[in-house]
């Protein structure tokens, strides 16, 4: 059986050889900042220790770009750059929202947690 959908695209690549050295670029950057990230993570986890005064430093650093690396695959890879922006707000705006309601429960639920097991040491 014939499988007629990779035929047509790709036969349906409409740009011409500059748009392709230019879309090839940019993944190669984006790639390039990923494999960056990436190894500033690794070289961090694996030089401070979890007990140095630097480590809350290192964690903070983890999850920045942690949402960094996501930006960019998200925007570049999953191709939602190239959309508009009432799109992205769309996809975006709940993850964010989901986000902040996770740190603000992990918030809460830490303050809560530590009161009682102050309450229950002083006991």
Do not use: C
């Amino acid at each position: 059986m014939l499988r007629d959908d990779i035929i047509e695209y790709s036969l349906d690549a409409h740009h011409s050889e500059e748009h392709g050295k230019v879309l090839r670029k940019k993944i190669w950057v984006v790639t390039g900042l990923l494999t960056l990230i990436t190894a500033v993570e690794v070289f961090l986890g694996a030089m401070i220790k979890q007990g140095s005064d630097f480590w809350p430093f290192v964690k903070w650093g983890f999850v920045i770009m942690t949402i960094v690396k996501a930006y960019y695959i998200v925007m570049s890879f999953m191709h939602l750059g190239d959309e508009r922006k009432g799109l992205r707000a769309v996809i975006l705006v709940p993850y964010f929202i989901f986000i902040f309601y996770l740190i603000f429960i992990l918030l809460w639920e830490g303050t809560a947690v530590s009161e009682a097991l102050i309450t229950h040491s002083v006991n």
